[in-house]
């Protein structure tokens, strides 16, 4: 299977993070597409014509695109339902947590997007609405603490967790862990994971 993939993107590492977890890391081939979203790829846009990563081209040609669809076609291969809980109740709260932290991470790269144009491009009611659901998503997401904390792993934590260690990543100059204590406990240990240890970000 071929990943289109960055070393710098939470949606990929949200991917690799499950690939390791499954025990899948080894069927992926890794191929660096670069992307932005006022520049398309024009060789990723053969395999997905949103120019988005991650982008899954399996053996037979078919294309995935979507973390986690992704996610969920990992799952499938590797069997089991560790990601994706079986009864209802598990699954409806891991991808209801998978959405918090999905989302999380949508409003952090288009923050981070806006404050990245230059000044006189900026939209001040963009910067400001980003850093409003920025600032409220914070104390959602510490209220979640006893959730993540009663099980292990699916795909809840694992987006919460890519979400965090982005703030990490991108935002180190805003630390969150002071106010959220309970949130930062719980990403201690989700981040000394070998699974997220084989993800930390780069650059370039
Ligand atoms: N909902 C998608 C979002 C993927 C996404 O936005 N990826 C970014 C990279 S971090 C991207 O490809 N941006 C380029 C663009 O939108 O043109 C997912 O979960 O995979």
Known sequence: MKLHW?????????????AHELGLVDRLKLVRSVVAM???????????????IPTLVLDDGTVLTD????CE????????????????????DALRRHALGT????????RRNELNRAPEQRSPAH??????????????LEREAPTLKAKSIDVGHIAIGCALSYLDFRFAD?????????????????????????TVPVDG
Do not use: C
């Open 6 to 18: 960055s070393g710098r993107s939470p949606f990929v590492r949200k991917v690799m993070v499950a």
């Open 38 to 52: 006022n520049a398309p790829n024009r060789e990723l846009m053969r395999d997905n014509p949103l120019s988005r």
């Open 127 to 140: 910067v400001d609405a980003y850093a409003a659901k920025f600032a409220a998503t914070l104390p959602a």
């Open 174 to 198: 805003e630390p969150w862990r002071p106010a959220y204590p309970a949130l930062a406990g719980w990403h201690e240990a989700f981040a000394a994971r070998p699974s997220m240890h084989a």
């Open 67 to 70: 973390s986690l669809l992704i």
């Open 73 to 92: 076609y990992l799952q499938v291969q590797a069997g089991g339902n560790l990601l994706f809980p079986a009864n209802t109740a598990g699954r409806i």
């Open 103 to 110: 989302g999380f991470i949508e409003v952090t790269v288009l």
